[in-house]
C-alpha cells in the first residue's frame, strides 16, 4: 500500500500539545535527521506508535521550526518563568540541543552529485589541456643535411604546468625504470639525442636534436590530467563536543532521577506494607473484642433466662399452693 502523496501530507494538519512537543524535542535529539533527512520519516513513524495522531515528516519539521523560532523569541521570558519546573528546563535544555544540532549540520549540506560530477569533469579537462596547449605554443625547426632530416623542437615553458608537475611529485613519486632514467647532467624537460644513422654516415656532431622524450610526454600529461584529492583534516568540533557533553550530563541527571524515583517508590510501598499490616492487627484486635462481648451478652442472656425461669417456678408453687388451700377449705365445708 503507498504512503500518503505530498498533497495529502501538506494537507495535514493537527494540533501539538505539551506531552506531544516533549516527545518530538526527544526523538530529534536521539536521531539528529538534520544529517539524515530520511529520518524525519522514522521519527513519524515512532510518535505514530506512541501517540494516535497523523504525524508526518513534514509537520514534525515544520513543528521544530516553529519551536525554534519561538525559543528565539521568548528565551528570557521561558528561562526567568521556568523557575524550578523540570518539564520547563528539559524543553529549553532539548531545544538549545537541537538549535546547536541544525545550526552544526545544516550549513554543511553536501552538494548534489551532479554538480560534483560536472565540476571535477571540468577539473580534468582543464588539467589535461595544459600539455596540449603547451605542445601547440612550441615551435619547431627542421634542419635538411645531406640525405637525413633533423628536428628541434623548443617547448616554451608553462609556469602552471610545472607547479601541477611539482604537486604530484611532492604527492606521488613515479618509479622510472632504470633503463629510462634521465642522467642528472642533462635537463628534466628534454632530451639531447643522436640522429638514428649507420656508422658509417657523416652526420655533423653540431647539428643535434633538441626533442621531448614521447614516454615523458605522455608521463607528464597523465600526471597533470590526474586530479588532485587533498583532503582536509577535519579538527575537533567544539559544537558536537559540546552537544554530545550535553547529552551526556542530561542522561546521567535522568538516570539518577529514575534511580531516585525507584527509590521513593520502594520507600512509599514500605510504608503502605507497614500502614496495612497495622490496620489487619488493629481489625484483629478488634474483632476479638466484639466476640469477647458477644459471649458476654450470652452468658447474660442466659442467665436471665434462668432467672425467669426460677422465678415462674415460684409463682406456679405460689399458685398450686393457693388452689390446694382452697380445696381443702371448700371440702370442709
Sequence with gaps: MEGPSDSQEAITKIRFSAEDDLLLLK?????????????????AIKMKRIISKAFTPRNLRERINHLLGRYAQHFQEWQYSSGKDEASIERITLL???????????????????????????????????????AETSSRTSYEVGDEMFHTEVVLPDE???LDMDVIGMNEHPQTPPSEQVPANQPSGSQISLPATSTQSTSPPSLLSLETSPRQMNNVR???????????KRGV?????SYMSKKQDLED????????????????????VEVEKKRVDEEA???RRQLDLEERKHELQLKMFEFLIRKDEQHFNIIKSYWRSREQKMTKF
Design 160 to 162: 602552471d604546468l610545472y
Design 27 to 43: 526523538e530529534v535529539t536521539a536521531e539528529n535527521p538534520f544529517e539524515d533527512g530520511s529520518k524525519w520519516k522514522q521519527i
Design 285 to 287: 484486635v478488634s474483632r
Design 96 to 134: 538549545q540541543e537541537v538549535r546547536d544540532m541544525k545550526a552544526e549540520f545544516q550549513t554543511k549540506k553536501p552538494r548534489k552529485a551532479n554538480q560534483l560530477g560536472s565540476e571535477m569533469g571540468k577539473k580534468m579537462r582543464d588539467e589535461a589541456a595544459k600539455p596540449m596547449n603547451a
Design 253 to 272: 541527571k535522568m538516570r539518577r532521577r529514575e534511580i531516585e524515583l525507584e527509590e521513593k517508590k520502594i520507600e512509599v510501598e514500605m510504608k503502605r
Design 222 to 232: 597523465a600526471a597533470s590530467s590526474t586530479p588532485r584529492n587533498f583532503k582536509r
Design 237 to 241: 568540533n567544539v559544537v558536537v563536543e
